[in-house]
């Protein structure tokens, strides 16, 4: 009796504390839920998993890059955390400034209520984005596409 009530025990713990697969939502779809634009992510997503206390993984082919008011890079796993109105503790994305260096983006955030506004922290550093250009999902490119797109 024992031994049932231990199994029965354990798969409640698994049920209740493995990180979750939202196969009938898209990444895409759950970002407004949290107050946030449905674009932050590109349209290449392949996968992702969300857990209950936030914590996320999203899964993309390969690496790629998006042209917003600057050249966004993701890698082919992004991770953080998804509260409402941010993700924090964000790794896989990065921003290229000055047109050389690349730098994480450490967190995204809106205000609430929403505004027009997404900001983005480089570490210490914080940047206000029109969030109009985040309202659609977009598709990636290589570097060099994007490249080719930059030179005007």
Request: glycine content about 6%.
């Amino acid at each position: 009796m024992a031994t049932t009530e231990f199994l029965i025990s354990l798969f409640i713990l698994l049920v209740l504390f493995h990180p979750s697969t939202h196969s009938l939502s898209s990444v895409h779809d759950i970002l407004p839920t949290y107050a946030l634009p449905r674009g932050l992510l590109p349209s290449s997503v392949t996968n992702y998993t969300l857990s209950d206390n936030g914590d996320f993984q999203v899964i993309l082919p390969s690496p790629c890059y998006v042209n917003f008011n600057y050249l966004v890079y993701y890698d082919t796993l992004v991770t953080g955390t998804l509260k409402y109105g941010s993700i924090s503790e964000l790794k896989g994305v990065k921003v290229q400034r000055f047109g050389v260096f690349w730098f994480e983006i450490d967190e995204i955030k809106v205000d609430l209520p929403e505004t027009e506004w997404v900001y983005f922290r480089v570490g210490v550093i914080e940047k206000r984005l029109d969030a109009e250009q985040f309202r659609r999902v977009r598709d990636c490119g290589s570097e060099g596409v994007l490249g080719d797109v930059l030179k005007v």
